[in-house]
């Protein structure tokens, strides 16, 4: 099948970085004109500071409801990496892969849908404008919407072998403010209680939490505290990201953090946390084995499977019970970086995969 990798051109020149609200709804219309050419109707959810979400929708009849998943941000601001290139294996660009590509990936194949039945009926697409900055707002508007549906597929990119994604891990995130007390150091360093001191004995026991054979992580990434070395530290804060793989291990890390940050005030500190899970873990499940099953047997060949530690829209609709699927979208590299590219053997391959899967769930 021919790709136009020129339209794909106009969408990865026209800058989307997350905090570029006139970029990315700039984008957001350029999606709009293509969804509306195949009989799509849009609704916009505005916001203020950041770009608009969109959800476009088709026709509803009896039978099985799917939302495609994807968003319109990327990482780069404007003035940075905004050049589109090509040669004859890869195309080059910021969101070629997260997840410009994987959008068109769905449009694509949705198009081809549209040419072959004139009409697309129990299928949406949501995209979304905050998912680099960790979906803060549209959260829970996935979270409300992916309730109304039977199946998420999420267009993030695929793996190498083109895996798609039954699992990732949840993320929490904290911050927690240690408030001790000031004196000097050389004269009444009895009066004083100890930030620092609190803080260094809290991250030692937030190391500890890490269990690399379970998959959970504990990081305490960014400390501070203090105001000069001849000061008892009266303040201290840390920043902290825990990972995890399934329900018993976000339980246990999360009662954990907060009975350390109550250990913690025997120092004399008042200790203040704020924070809590990002997003859900996203756990393999039987359903979906059940839909991979028939996916399988739909496209001949066993769609290859795999577990990610980064996070997705998809931990959003698993984490409300809608059986999902990720990494629909082409294989790439470098994502995050000006190197980033995609495969187009993987544009060809997918399109022609979710053009059937598509096929299959609509029928």
């Known amino acids: 099948?021919?790709?136009?990798?020129?339209?794909?051109?106009?969408?990865?020149?026209?800058?989307?970085y997350t905090k570029n609200k006139a970029g990315v709804d700039r984008h957001g219309e350029q999606m709009i004109s293509k969804f509306e050419a195949i009989g799509f109707s849009?609704?916009?959810f505005t916001r203020q500071e950041i770009g608009d979400h969109l959800l476009f929708s088709s026709a509803k009849v009896p039978g099985e409801k799917v939302l495609l998943i994807g968003h319109l941000d990327t990482v780069f601001p404007p003035g940075t990496f905004t050049d589109f290139s090509e040669d004859?294996?890869?195309?080059?660009?910021?969101g070629v892969c997260d997840m410009k590509g994987g959008n068109y990936v769905a449009l694509s194949a949705l198009r081809q849908l549209h040419e072959e039945f004139s009409e697309i009926f129990n299928i949406d697409m949501l995209l979304v404008s905050d998912e680099e900055t960790g979906s803060d707002d549209s959260r829970e508007l996935t979270a409300r919407l992916a309730k109304n549906y039977d199946y998420c597929l999420v267009f993030e990119a695929a793996g190498k072998e083109h895996e798609v994604v039954i699992g990732r891990k949840g993320i929490a995130t904290f911050s927690i403010d240690?408030?001790?007390?000031?004196?000097?150091?050389?004269?009444?360093?009895?009066d004083g209680v100890d930030a620092n001191f609190a803080l260094a004995n809290l991250l030692i026991g937030l190391k500890s939490l890490?269990?690399?054979d379970k998959g959970t992580t504990v990081n305490p990434g960014k400390i501070?505290?203090?105001i000069g070395a001849n000061?008892?530290?009266p303040k201290a804060q840390l920043s902290v990201e825990a990972r995890f793989t399934n329900q018993a291990e976000k339980a246990r890390v999360l009662d954990e953090i907060e009975r350390l940050c109550l250990d913690a005030e025997k120092f004399g500190v008042v200790i203040n946390l704020s924070g809590g899970v990002q997003r859900d873990v996203m756990e393999p499940n039987s359903e979906q084995y059940e839909l991979l099953g028939r996916l399988t047997e739909l496209l001949g060949?066993?769609?290859l499977t795999e577990c990610r530690g980064g996070v997705s829209d998809a931990n959003v609709t698993a984490g409300v019970g809608t059986t999902t699927l990720d990494g629909f979208g082409p294989f790439g590299d470098g994502d995050h970086t000006i190197h980033e590219r995609a495969s187009k053997k993987s544009f060809e391959r997918r399109i022609s995969e979710v053009k059937n899967i598509l096929r299959y769930l609509m029928k």
């Open 42 to 44: 849009v609704e916009r």
């Open 88 to 94: 004859a294996e890869w195309i080059y660009g910021p």
């Open 178 to 190: 240690i408030k001790g007390k000031a004196a000097h150091a050389g004269n009444h360093y009895q």
């Open 301 to 303: 060949a066993p769609l």
């Open 1 to 16: 099948m021919e790709i136009d990798y020129n339209e794909l051109a106009e969408l990865i020149r026209c800058n989307s």
């Open 210 to 212: 890490t269990d690399l």
């Open 224 to 226: 501070s505290g203090g």
């Open 231 to 233: 000061t008892i530290s």
